[in-house]
C-alpha cells in the first residue's frame, strides 16, 4: 500500500514537473535549439512589447546588426501596437505568447485556443508580419496545450538557456548565468517586458545584452532568429 502511494507521488511529480521543465519533451515535441552544438546563438525576448525598453532593446541589436525573436502578448500589442511595428520592421521574428499570458496547463482547451487565436488577431490588426511561432506563458504545456497549437498552425518553441532575468538581477549576473549554460545552437531566455503590465523595467537585460553579444560575437558566434536556426539546423550541416 505503502508503496503503491509512493509510486503515485512520484508519478504526479514527474508529470508536474514535465509540464513546465523548458527542455522537456515528454508531452510533445518542441524546438529547444539545435541537436549538436553549433557556433549558432537564438537570443528570445518575452512578455513585450514594452515601453521603453522594447525600444531599448531595438537599439542595442541594432549596433551589433542582429536579429532576435520576440514572443509577444496580445494585451500588450493592443497598447502598444507602435512598438510592436518597430520589432518587425527592424527584421526581427515575432511569435506569439498568448492574449493575457495565463499558465496553460490549467486552461481548457477552448480558453487555450483563445488565448492564441486573440493574440494572432491582436498582431494581425496591429499590421505585424509575425511568424508562426508559439511559446507558452512560464513554459507550461501539456498535450492538449501543444496540439491546440499545431491545429492553429503553429510551432511551439521553448528554450534551454535560461537568463532568470525575471529577478532583480544585475546585468552582469545576468550574463554570468547565461554563459554557464550556452553550448552552442541555444535558445536563450530574456524577457524585453514584465506579463503584469507594459512599464515593467527592463534595463538590466538591454544592458546583459549587449554584454552577451560584446562575448559572444567576439568569440565568433553567430545570432540568428529561431526560424532561422531551424531552418539551418533541418536543412544543413553544422
Not at 525598453?53 to 525573436?69: I, K
Not at 506569439?96 to 488565448?115: G, K
Not at 552577451?212 to 568569440?219: D, K, P, S, V
Given at each position: ?14 508529470a508536474?514537473?514535465?509540464t ?7 508531452y ?16 528570445t ?7 521603453p ?12 546588426n ?30 506569439n ?18 488565448e ?22 512560464h ?31 544585475p ?15 541555444d535558445?536563450?531566455?530574456?524577457h ?23 562575448r ?23
Amino acid at each position: 500500500m505503502v508503496l503503491t502511494i509512493l509510486a503515485g507521488v512520484a508519478a504526479a511529480v514527474t508529470a508536474g514537473y514535465n509540464t513546465m521543465a523548458p527542455r522537456s519533451q515528454l508531452y510533445g515535441r518542441t524546438f529547444i535549439g539545435e541537436s549538436r552544438p553549433s557556433r549558432r546563438l537564438a537570443l528570445t525576448y518575452d512578455d513585450g512589447p514594452n515601453d521603453p525598453h522594447t525600444l531599448h532593446l531595438l537599439e542595442v541589436l541594432a549596433r551589433y546588426n542582429v536579429h532576435a525573436t520576440f514572443f509577444m502578448i496580445g494585451s500588450f500589442v493592443q497598447q502598444r501596437p507602435e512598438i510592436a511595428r518597430a520589432v518587425a520592421a527592424a527584421g526581427h521574428a515575432i511569435g506569439n505568447h498568448t492574449t493575457t499570458h495565463p499558465n496553460l496547463i490549467f486552461r481548457h482547451h477552448r480558453d487555450v485556443c483563445r488565448e492564441i487565436e486573440t493574440c494572432e488577431r491582436a498582431l494581425d490588426d496591429a499590421g505585424v508580419v509575425h511568424s508562426s511561432l508559439f511559446r507558452p506563458p512560464h513554459g507550461g504545456r501539456t498535450p492538449a496545450v501543444l496540439r491546440t497549437a499545431r491545429r492553429l498552425g503553429l510551432k511551439p518553441v521553448m528554450w534551454n538557456v535560461t537568463a532568470w532575468d525575471w529577478n532583480p538581477h544585475p546585468p552582469e549576473k545576468i550574463a554570468r548565468l547565461v554563459h554557464r549554460q550556452i553550448r552552442g545552437g541555444d535558445v536563450i531566455l530574456l524577457h524585453d517586458g514584465g506579463h503584469l503590465r507594459v512599464g515593467a523595467d527592463r534595463s538590466a537585460t538591454v544592458r546583459a545584452t549587449d554584454l552577451i553579444l560584446q562575448r559572444y560575437l567576439g568569440e565568433g558566434y553567430e545570432f540568428v532568429t529561431v526560424p532561422e536556426m531551424m531552418h539551418r539546423s533541418a536543412g544543413t550541416s553544422n
